[in-house]
């Protein structure tokens, strides 16, 4: 595995059997049938449980049976599932950064002692809903509402986009409190089987196919109080989960990307045209040292953050950075993998033309590209271009 400046020769026994665990598993597990599931559009039956098992979701918390891994232990798995399929990460990141997270740093201890146990072993799944139809980049417009009465909020609106809805016991559903003074959004764990709530699928994909996707529509949905995650207020809460994914995200992208290289490496060594292997022509070599380049500079950049992360000095602009990096990283490299696949390349017997399909998603959810460029510009200059 392209590993060209020898980073994980730095890596501790915890981190490797992890970074080896996932590899296994993503070899056993995922790489068999993934090109069906992605022709098929279905997302492997099991796996949230086979995951949960080994311990792949938010294993850097710790406490409520959660191990407290590394940062970078975290990345190399986030890394090694991206290098099978984003939808798998997307699956894990979603469950870990996004559902577990938030119930993690912001609610009760009632809301952890219920949520956490069973999410971490994969025995109940969770979503995230922030997205609506008319919000995606700007959330903070959202017109999801939330309303008191008596000790019971009622909850109304619509949410989109949103990975496992449809498989979910459990959403975090952001939505803003009309009843509290200037009408702050709080996060709501609204169980799906309630009354009001509808999960429908979003089937018309054509990338992060072995993923589910689908709505949360809200009509009048009564939830008690306590569902309320009591300890955050305003757009920091579902911002701070954000950061969580996208760091993730950030790694995730280099596996990605990696397997595209190894795929392409593989290739240009048995196909033979002109009388020796395609390989062994100047141009292949080239495509083949631009994508280790790139791929390795990015993979300079989540380790040091990964550093940043564990002794609290990242910032939010620094994931911002390395998502938009290394997603465009990875959606160029695939290109230039399959290319180097000709015809073969346009199939699922390959990797890359499914990789590259899926970084169309990655290029976008999670703040798009513009966004984070917009959020490094503001960073840089100190003035705001978003609106
Ligand atoms: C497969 C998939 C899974 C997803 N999973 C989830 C999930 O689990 N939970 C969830 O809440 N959401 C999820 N999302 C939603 C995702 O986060 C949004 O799609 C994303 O935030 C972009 O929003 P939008 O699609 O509405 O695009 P828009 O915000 O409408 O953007 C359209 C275009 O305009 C650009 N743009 C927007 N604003 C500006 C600006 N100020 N300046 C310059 N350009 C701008 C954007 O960069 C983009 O190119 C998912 C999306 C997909 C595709």
């Given at each position: 595995m392209l590993d060209y400046v020898a980073l994980e020769a730095d890596l501790d026994s915890e981190e490797r059997m992890i970074r080896d665990t996932a590899r296994e598993f993503v070899d056993d597990r995922i790489r068999p049938d993934i090109g069906t599931h992605f022709e098929e559009g279905t997302f492997p039956e099991g796996l949230m449980a086979e995951m949960g098992e080994l311990g792949f979701f938010a294993p850097n918390l710790e406490g409520y049976g959660l191990p407290g891994v590394s940062e970078t232990a975290y990345g190399l798995l986030m890394q090694e599932l991206e290098a099978g399929d984003s939808g798998i990460r997307s699956a894990a990141s979603v469950q870990g950064a996004l559902v577990m997270y938030p119930i993690y740093a912001f609610g009760s201890d009632e809301q952890k002692e219920e949520w956490l146990p069973k999410l971490g072993t994969g025995e109940a799944v969770g979503c995230f809903g922030l997205t609506e139809p008319e919000h995606g980049s700007d959330p903070?417009?959202?017109?999801t509402r939330a309303e008191k009465d008596g000790d019971e909020y009622v909850l109304s609106g619509s949410k989109t986009w949103i990975t496992n809805s449809p498989v979910a016991d459990v959403a975090v559903v952001w939505a803003r409190d009309t009843s509290a003074d200037e009408s702050p959004v709080r996060g709501f764990l609204v169980e799906?089987?309630?009354?009001g709530v509808s999960t429908n699928k979003i089937?018309?994909?054509?990338?992060?196919?072995?993923s589910i996707t689908g709505e949360i529509g809200l009509s009048d949905v009564r939830i008690p109080e306590e569902n309320v995650l009591p300890n955050v207020s305003g757009m920091k809460g579902p911002l701070s989960c954000l950061t969580q994914a996208r760091y993730g995200i950030a790694w995730g992208a280099v596996g990605a990307a990696r397997d595209c290289f190894e795929t392409a490496r593989a290739y240009a060594s048995d196909r033979e045209q002109f009388g020796k292997p395609i390989g062994g022509f100047q141009i292949q070599q080239q495509k083949l040292a631009e994508m280790a380049t790139q791929i390795t500079t990015s993979q300079l950049l989540v380790h040091r953050l990964a550093d940043l992360k564990e002794r609290g000095d990242l910032r939010p602009q620094h994931v911002s950075m390395a998502k938009r990096n290394n997603v465009r990283m990875a959606r160029d490299q695939a290109r230039i993998a399959r290319e180097m696949l000709?015809?073969?390349?346009?199939?699922?017997?390959?990797?890359p033309m499914r990789h590259m399909a899926n970084m169309e998603t990655v290029y976008t959810y999670e703040g798009t590209h513009d966004i984070h460029t917009l959020i490094l510009g503001q960073d840089l200059t100190g003035i705001a271009a978003f609106e």
């Open positions: 903070a417009s959202m017109e799906t089987d309630h009354d089937d018309e994909k054509l990338s992060m196919r072995a000709g015809g073969n390349g346009i199939t699922t017997d390959y990797s």
